[in-house]
């Protein structure tokens, strides 16, 4: 899965990495959704209740709401948790953060027992959201400002949107580069950098996976059999990266998500380069048609897009189109070398992804055999 530092945590390193994504929306305090000239109820149509009106409205249907949040560690969300309860104190929110591959299984085997827990799910699992919104599962909804979010991030008709626009990328430490810092991923195989990177595992995290894709199509496998010389500590989790380089124990940390806004403060360096590949993509969130608390669920996905919410997102980026983020950066889906809508191709071919998944694999050293493309018969992203 992935995640993030809380936003104060990465304004106060600038462009350090997010290690919390618990961020989305932590310092937001009073919103009001965007009214529309569309009838209040229509299902085709963007929601027009405000978000105290909501509110009122989801304290009537039982003031409870359950939330499945992608996540590395339980404790991820704790900002949306405390912004959302400080901003409505009376809805009863669970918030249950896991790695998004795991949270569908446990959506899939509920639907099959009759068991539904949450009314809300909040996955990097894009795959997920296609297929469900196929089967029927997802609830067809316009939350307030729908038609101001960028066309990449929302579901022609409201099955899906996506709340948090979300980049990954490596870091580094400044203190720890010095002078001499890596402009781009090409560098990381310098053998200066031999035994100071940490990066999370590739084929345990798909994010993390199409970022090591985007390397290999721009830099060749001759590059990926060189940073697996450079005894590289992975672990588990796309905030593992983050804490290495935060904690000082590496120099480098890749995979994993950051803040790209400028700021001379900064203890790291969240690194994007001008001709030179990363990622990004947005994170789904869906009400399930089977909630037991559809409204206090579409009060949360208001919330998560209204315009207080997304001005204070933890590194400067909205799905909405009217809000600009800081100045040097421009909006996520205006950097080409972002491949925002490779993302969603890209975990769609599930047997394509199991082919990259397994020669990473081989390539860093969890199975035994000839590191090549060759050796399982099939080149990924040939």
């Known amino acids: 899965m992935s995640r993030f530092l809380s936003r104060r945590s990465v304004l106060t390193a600038g462009a350090g990495a997010a290690l919390g994504l618990g961020a989305i929306g932590a310092t937001a305090n009073t919103a009001s959704a965007t009214p529309a000239t569309a009838s209040r109820h229509s299902a085709g149509r963007e929601e027009t209740r405000t978000l105290d009106e909501l509110y009122q409205a989801a304290l009537k249907e039982g003031g409870k709401l359950v939330v499945y949040a992608g996540g590395d560690t339980p404790t991820q969300q704790d900002g949306t948790k405390a912004a959302f309860k400080a901003r409505f104190p009376d809805i009863d929110l669970t918030l249950i953060v896991d790695y998004s591959k795991y949270h569908d299984v446990r959506v899939d085997n509920q639907f099959a027992t009759n068991t539904l827990v949450p009314d809300v799910v909040q996955l990097q699992t894009l795959q997920d959201f296609v297929r469900w919104n196929q089967q029927g599962r997802l609830l067809r909804y316009k939350p ?7 066309t990449s991030f929302r579901d022609p008709q409201g099955a899906w949107v996506s709340v948090a626009a979300i980049a990954f990328s490596f870091l580094y430490g400044t203190d720890a580069v010095g002078s001499d810092a890596p402009r781009n991923p090409r560098d ?3 053998p200066k950098w031999k035994g100071r990177i940490a990066s999370s595992y ?5 994010a993390v996976l199409y970022l090591y894709s985007l390397y290999v199509q721009k830099y060749g496998w001759e590059w990926v059999a060189k940073l697996a010389a450079q005894d590289v500590r992975f672990a588990r989790g796309s905030n593992s990266p983050g804490d290495a380089v935060f904690s000082g124990q590496k120099a ?10 400028p700021s001379t403060s900064s203890p790291a360096k969240f690194v994007i380069a001008d001709g030179h590949p990363f990622m990004g993509w947005g994170q789904r969130a869906a009400v399930l048609k089977q909630a037991k608390n559809p409204t206090a669920a579409k009060l949360y996905l208001n919330w998560q897009l209204s315009a207080e919410v997304q001005r204070n997102s933890f590194n400067g980026w909205s799905v909405r189109t009217d809000i600009a983020p800081p100045a040097g950066l421009k909006p996520l889906w205006e950097y080409p070398n972002a491949h925002v809508d490779g993302f969603p191709e890209f975990m769609a071919d599930r047997a394509e992804v199991e082919r990259w998944k397994q020669t990473f ?3 860093f050293g969890e199975v035994k055999g000839d590191p090549t493309p060759g050796w399982l018969g099939l080149r990924p992203g040939a």
């Open 188 to 190: 990381l195989v310098d």
């Open 144 to 150: 307030a400002g729908f038609s101001k979010l960028h």
């Open 202 to 206: 590739p084929h345990d995290d798909d």
């Open 252 to 261: 480098i940390g890749v995979g994993t998500a950051g803040s790209a806004v």
């Open 361 to 363: 694999a081989l390539y």
